[in-house]
């Protein structure tokens, strides 16, 4: 994993030192001019750039995660560090694909036989309704209602073309990331070049306490989807609900976004509980709260005090912020986000030392061993 500290000293070395020269007042005002213009320049730009901008950011995450898998495999192996990024991409693979495969074919059966519960027990629910004054008139509203045939149409066709663009923004983010892997110290080099040589050192520290920060978020973060993922997977088995454990491995990984995460795995786990009987659904319900309970008032907190320093309220406001300045991609990268907001505001504006940023007890990483490419 990059070194952006390293990599500062290095170019500095580099690059000489620019001689001095005596600037008169005019030749002062027109460069300030010229840097404000350029300042708005481009922050006019940035903001039209933003998806680009927020797609390198999650390209960035991908990486951060490929690295620390890649290095965490070589301490133990001490395979070269290309064999190790292709074990860590080959397996992320493996796992996805595997939780996706197993998730599909166990909850195609499930969703068949739901299929064929749906019709007869919805004939019960409307015979029941009808039998009332007040639940007929609200089979009729309900019927007023219906959307056309063209408006499903629509809407179907617009859900179809909104998992298209997601899939192959995905597409891109896993190339990304595994191209910014694959050279870290290139594009970290690249990117301190862009900074003037007097602020040289000062960014390089903040990004260094960047990456320390996300990692350590993004270990906290797999053990909270861990978490999730039995927990709801073994209070479902319990219960009685069919495919209990593959919903824990969607309600796992839909963890990754904090608090809105949860939202996937309810609906299935809901349907399929309903199906089971009335009992079912409203334990599959008292499960879903209890999980996320523990999550969010015992795991998680524990987790951040020893991972990362991020308040909850500072995370949910944050989430809110990034999902109405940049919509869904915004809330998935919201969390990652504030923390990068968070510590950068805290070392350049409030002037905080490295190990009051950092979570405690945790240290920037040694630097890693020379390799012959790559890291």
Request: glycine share 10%; with cysteine.
């Amino acid at each position: 994993m990059p070194n952006f500290s390293e990599q500062a000293d290095q170019i500095s070395h580099e690059t000489p030192p620019m001689p001095a020269t005596r600037d008169t007042f005019e030749r002062r005002t027109f460069r300030a001019t010229v840097i404000v213009l350029a300042t708005l320049a481009a922050a006019y730009v940035l903001w039209q750039l933003v998806d680009l901008l927020l797609l390198l950011f999650a390209c960035t995450l991908v990486a951060l995660i490929l690295l620390t898998i890649t290095n965490a495999i070589r301490r133990r192996t001490r395979l070269p560090f290309a064999i190790a990024l292709g074990v860590s991409v080959l397996g992320l693979l493996a796992i996805v694909g595997g939780a996706f495969t197993f998730f599909g074919t166990t909850l195609q059966g499930e969703f068949a036989e739901l299929a064929t519960r749906l019709p007869a027990a919805w004939a019960d629910v409307e015979a029941r309704l009808r039998g009332s004054t007040t639940g007929a008139a609200l089979l009729e509203r309900a019927q007023g209602l219906a959307p056309s045939g063209q408006t499903l149409v629509n809407a179907v066709t617009k859900a179809l073309a909104a998992v298209g663009g997601a899939l192959s923004g995905l597409a891109i983010v896993l190339v990304g990331g595994l191209y910014l892997a694959a050279q870290p110290t290139l594009y970290a080099g690249g990117l301190l070049r862009l900074v003037p040589t007097a602020s040289r050192g000062q960014v390089a520290e903040t990004l260094d306490a960047v990456t320390v920060s996300l990692r350590n978020w993004l270990k906290g973060q797999a053990l909270g989807m861990i978490f999730v993922g039995i927990a709801t997977g073994f209070g479902l088995w319990l219960i009685g609900v069919p495919a209990a454990w593959a919903i824990g491995l969607v309600a796992g990984m839909a963890e990754f976004v904090p608090y809105l995460g949860i939202f996937v795995a309810v609906i299935p786990a809901t349907v399929l509980g309903f199906g089971q009987g009335t009992d079912t659904g409203l334990w599959t319900i008292a499960v879903l709260i209890g999980v996320q309970q523990l999550q969010g008032n015992l795991v998680m907190p524990l987790l951040q005090n020893k991972m990362v320093d991020l308040p909850p309220a500072i995370t949910i406001f944050g989430i809110i912020a990034a999902g109405i300045l940049f919509g869904v991609a915004g809330v998935l990268l919201a969390t990652p986000l504030t923390i990068v907001v968070l510590v950068m505001v805290r070392r350049l504006y409030l002037g905080e030392e490295k190990h009051e940023v950092l979570a405690s007890g945790d240290a920037p990483p040694p630097p890693p061993p020379p390799t012959t490419s790559g890291d």
